[in-house]
């Protein structure tokens, strides 16, 4: 489809020989594609995986500047920060990155090539845990424009790497109308009450 930024979550897991050959071929599914990839990488024995991840994708021959390895840790970061590949941390409150750790790592690596992102899909979540990790990094004295170009600007720059988006694709205000409803849903586009006034 036109409308496709990337390939990923694509990865390993378990590290089984079979996951290994599909995350290969995903791999190159991206190469014809010319897309970028979004690695999942194993939650158990984390820097084994990272490592194994690293090998397949330097045989795959993609461009690690067209990788973002992710679910990343204090450990993972020194394996990723000379590979030109970006750095992704998954912030959870109670596994994998929390917003404490996340300031320690920004204030130690800085922001070049690393994107955080959160989800709600299994066991406690918060989805809370981006603006929760900004108020961390402006507690340890981050500039505001580090902690823009990690929670916006690198995001935009991985994916706009598939040739399919740009900034101002996601400027705000939309151009749209929002006091019309989107291809006939009965949802107003923005919901922005000052779109509503005649």
């Known amino acids: 489809k036109d409308s496709v930024l990337g390939v990923g ?5 378990d590290q089984t020989p079979k996951e290994e050959k599909f995350f290969a071929e995903q791999v190159q599914l991206a190469i014809r594609h010319d897309l970028p990839v979004l690695v999942h990488t194993p ?3 984390k820097k084994k995986g990272f490592e194994r991840c690293i090998d397949i994708l330097k045989e795959s021959g993609i461009p690690m500047e067209r990788v973002l390895l992710d679910h990343g840790n204090e450990i993972t970061i020194k394996l990723t920060r000379d590979l030109g590949c970006y750095s992704g941390f998954s912030i959870y409150p109670n596994t994998k990155m929390d917003p404490l750790r996340m300031s ?5 690596y800085g922001v070049d090539r690393m994107i955080i992102n959160s989800a709600c ?3 406690v979540s918060d989805p809370l845990m981006i603006p929760r990790t900004i108020v961390k990094l402006q507690q340890a004295r981050v500039p505001d424009a ?3 170009q990690l929670v916006w600007k690198n995001p935009i720059a991985f994916f706009a790497q598939s040739g399919r988006l740009q900034e101002n694709d996601l ?3 939309a151009s749209a109308d929002l006091r019309e409803t989107f291809e006939g849903n009965s949802v107003l586009r923005g919901q922005d009450p000052a779109a509503l006034q005649p």
């Open 121 to 123: 899909d299994w066991g």
């Open 9 to 13: 979550e694509i990865g390993l897991d």
């Open 43 to 45: 939650h158990r024995d």
């Open 171 to 173: 400027a705000w205000p």
């Open 104 to 108: 320690k790592i920004v204030v130690e």
């Open 146 to 148: 580090d902690i823009e």
